[in-house]
């Protein structure tokens, strides 16, 4: 059998088999590499996140003097997550409306994987930390740099009832942003087996505060929620509704 023989007999086996190829042309050098995402017919029914919005001690004259506050971060920030527009609440809502119902773990995986899958990085202006309204990287087709993709995502869970949280994380010169979402007492055995098998991964990453809510990792690093978590020494965390921040 010749060489075009082979090629054809090969295609014809994977079409009678239904076999499918993913081809992703979005990829740059800034974006990892996304996992090989399974059927939906083969995913369990997406876990219902069950969580209440978390709870800051905020001190007047503590919390006045805190750099995150005097930095100008958190006002930009929480102006950019502009989650009750229409443009961000019409994203959210079409991309939820794959796993229709009580908020639920489906609807966050899907909105992050358009993100993720349509994002182009475009580098902020020279000397500048321009953060974009989550409305305005919809307006431009998904471009930006980290932080707009931490908004955007933080913006597009809490326009559908959920609570997200971003970070600044820095390793001597370098720095990251990433967002977190609350899934609060969400059975975390219950979450890591739909992401696992969504997702075909082997760990599932997220942290537990004070109260015992579980955040679950949303880093556009990662490729997928619940990745590892970008390496830091120090940086600030921000509370959108709420309007608090702290240091990590």
């Known amino acids: 059998m ?19 190829f993913y081809i992703n042309n979005n990829q740059s050098n800034y974006l990892p590499s996304t996992s090989i995402l399974i059927k939906d017919s083969d995913l369990p029914v997406p876990p219902r996140i069950s969580y209440n919005v978390s709870r800051q001690r905020q001190t007047f004259i503590k919390d006045l003097f805190k750099d995150c506050n005097l930095s100008g971060d958190k006002k930009k920030l929480v102006e950019a997550c502009n989650f009750s527009s229409p443009e961000v609440r019409d ?12 908020f639920n773990l489906g609807q966050v995986c899907d909105m992050f994987d358009n993100c993720f899958t349509n994002w182009k990085y475009v580098n902020d202006p020279k000397g500048e930390n321009y953060v974009a309204k989550a409305s305005e990287t919809i307006a431009n087709n998904f471009s930006g740099d980290c932080d707009d993709f931490a908004v955007i995502v ?18 001597g010169k370098k720095g990251h942003a990433f967002t977190e979402i609350n899934l609060g007492n969400t059975p975390q055995e219950i979450v890591t087996d739909y992401l696992v098998k969504r997702y075909k991964l082997k760990t599932v990453n997220g942290k537990r ?40």
């Open 91 to 102: 994203f959210a809502i079409r991309m939820a409306g794959n796993s229709p119902g009580t």
């Open 2 to 20: 010749n060489r075009f023989k082979i090629v054809f007999t090969s295609i014809l086996v994977l079409i009678l088999l239904g076999g499918s």
């Open 209 to 248: 505060d004070k109260s015992g809510n579980w955040w679950l990792n949303m880093d556009w690093f990662a490729g997928y929620p619940g990745g590892d978590y970008f390496k830091y020494s120090y940086g600030q965390r921000f509370y959108v509704l709420q309007n608090y921040c702290e240091e990590i």
């Open 154 to 171: 933080c913006s597009s869970v809490m326009s559908i009832g959920g609570e997200a949280r971003i970070s600044y994380a820095y390793k």
